[in-house]
């Protein structure tokens, strides 16, 4: 890994707000690259009420002030209010979630703030052709992943381990129309792992792939030693040909093509489960102090890589296929992974960082996937009060052209958004 620290940007105010823009799955920056959507709120290190609404809104990059085009009350700090823009051949509009007497809704609205329409349930994750959509019950999130939930929003099957009316919809963005493509019933029964039987089941991280044609999601439960089971699945964008890609850990995750995804990712066989009777339950009871460990150690990236040995790793969007590693020993930490879709060479480069160290710093990786040579751009403080469900990840999201990359930190002690020129390393300089 060479070090090449990069020249870096604060693009948010000092004006006493805490700003964000949410998650590494989407781009910012406006096609013009002159403004970046942004939210902001008064305060950073408490889950919202649900009187509590974030202001979303874009940055003006010359002139370094934020625009309000609206509020949202469904937000988290993890995603935000899923604000992203809504490109339409020449028409940029912005798309964001919001409630309404008192349920999900989102809005599409122009640069302005006015409106366009509301859709009746909320969005999750946009397709490439602008007019199909895939969303989830926030709600079942709220209760089991309250990170990625929202505040006034409630699971409607609390007592269900896995519904049949939930899990991953299809929304029709010019209709509103929400159809059911993949019930959490029906992925839990999809070759169903025994540690799941009692488990209460969920789906989240939805993807389309570069053409539409299919997405990618998390099916999640807890298994009965307190380890968190991952299983990837891909569909079609009208629920055809489920496939389970991977099972064990998988966290963050990218297509790299219509075929392939980089995930960090394993199998876990040294984790086991599944035994039952004394034995069984002694297996449990250890594997339950690793998480606490994991954490007090300050989360070691030789832990989960080496002993666990959890990689990033291209996997295929087939059912039982050979997956291959990813800059093995290089990229040694979960992070949270993306493409460049943009600049002369699309899909050369990845993106991602990591966790806090020991010292409290975040680090900052671009990976040449031509050359197979890894930069550590930057690695940042983070405030050690904002960690856990409330943490402050980078989120890193590159420039339409593969030059800049924003990330989210609180590396002054408050919530702001920066960019890094990244252009020299890119662009084979370094």
């Known amino acids: 890994m060479i070090n090449r620290a990069c020249p870096i940007r604060k693009v948010s105010p000092d004006d006493g707000w805490h700003y964000w823009f949410g998650y590494y799955d989407k781009r910012p920056w406006s096609a013009d690259g002159s403004k970046l959507l942004a939210h902001r709120a008064r305060f950073c290190d408490r889950f919202p009420r649900t009187d509590e609404p974030a202001e979303v ?7 370094g002030r934020f625009e309000a085009i609206g509020l949202s009350h469904a937000w988290n700090w993890q995603q935000g209010a899923q604000l992203q823009w809504l490109q339409d051949g020449a028409t940029e509009r912005i798309l964001f979630n919001d409630i309404t007497d008192n349920r999900p809704v989102a809005r599409i609205v122009e640069r302005s703030g006015a409106e366009v329409r509301v859709l009746p349930w909320p969005v999750y994750a946009v397709a ?27 699971d409607a099957n609390p007592r269900d381990p896995a519904p049949d009316g939930d899990g991953v919809w299809h929304l029709d963005l010019r209709t509103g129309e929400r159809t059911l493509i993949a019930s959490i019933a029906a992925v839990r029964g999809h070759r169903p792992n025994p540690m799941g039987e009692h488990a209460h089941h969920y789906v989240n991280h939805i993807m389309f792939n570069r053409s539409g044609s299919r997405l990618c999601f998390l099916h999640r439960f807890d298994r009965p030693d307190g380890i968190l089971q991952s299983r990837l699945f891909t569909v079609g964008g009208d629920g055809s040909d489920p496939r389970l890609l991977m099972e064990g850990m998988v966290s963050h995750y990218d297509w790299r093509d219509d075929s392939t995804l980089l995930a960090w990712a394993g199998r876990r066989s040294l984790l086991g489960g599944g ?66 879709r943009g600049g002369p060479e699309p899909g050369r480069w990845v993106v991602t ?27 940042f403080p983070t405030p050690r009060e904002l960690d856990g469900e409330v943490r402050v990840d980078l989120h890193p999201r590159f420039s339409r052209d593969a030059r800049q990359v924003c990330i989210d930190s609180a590396m002054d002690g408050r919530r702001g958004m920066y960019t890094l020129d990244v252009a020299q390393v890119v662009s084979g300089f370094a």
């Open 128 to 154: 490439p052709d602008a007019r199909n959509a895939a969303t989830l019950d926030f709600g079942r999130l709220t209760r089991l992943r309250r990170e990625y939930g929202l505040p006034a929003v409630h």
């Open 275 to 340: 035994t039952r009777g004394l034995r069984g339950a002694a297996m449990n009871a250890a594997r339950r102090t690793l998480k606490p460990v994991y954490y007090a150690l300050g989360k070691p990236r030789f832990l989960m890589s080496r002993i666990v040995r959890d990689s990033y790793l291209l996997i295929p969007d087939e059912e039982n296929a050979r997956t291959q590693p990813f800059a093995r020993g290089e990229l040694a930490c979960d992070g949270h992974c993306t493409f460049s």
């Open 353 to 379: 960082d990591g966790y806090p160290d020991l010292r409290s710093r975040q680090p900052l990786f671009l990976w040449d996937c031509l050359e197979s040579v890894g930069y550590e751009v930057g690695r």
């Open 57 to 63: 809104g874009w940055i003006d990059l010359a002139a």
